[in-house]
């Protein structure tokens, strides 16, 4: 996820804020920028101003959908190992119990 700092720079008469991207969209947006023969700073910028104009509305739909994969993915290995742990009474019958005394031992 691209950070966005608050400090400014002045260059030629222009008033830049300061953006920190991981690398791995950093070398993204770097092969983008030399396939449209643009520079780095005019892709993110023309980038964050097409998101400006549809008010982020793909954006936030974007990371809706993201999250909610991410959910769905995270729900289906729970519920894998809920299933795995079920299958054995022992291990459930265990994990219950440490667990109840550990919320025990917290409350105490």
Known sequence: MAVAHTDFYRHENLVRKSIQIPSTQHKELK?????????????????????????????????????????????????????YLGSIPDTLEEARFFFEAGREGMVA
Request: hydrophobic share 40%.
């Open 31 to 83: 092969a983008l920028a030399v396939e449209l023969e643009s520079s780095l700073g005019d892709v993110v910028e023309t980038i964050m101003e097409l998101m400006r104009q549809d008010n982020y509305q793909q954006l936030r739909t974007a990371i809706i959908q993201k999250r909610e994969h991410d959910l769905s993915t995270l729900n289906s290995s729970l519920d894998e190992a809920y299933a």
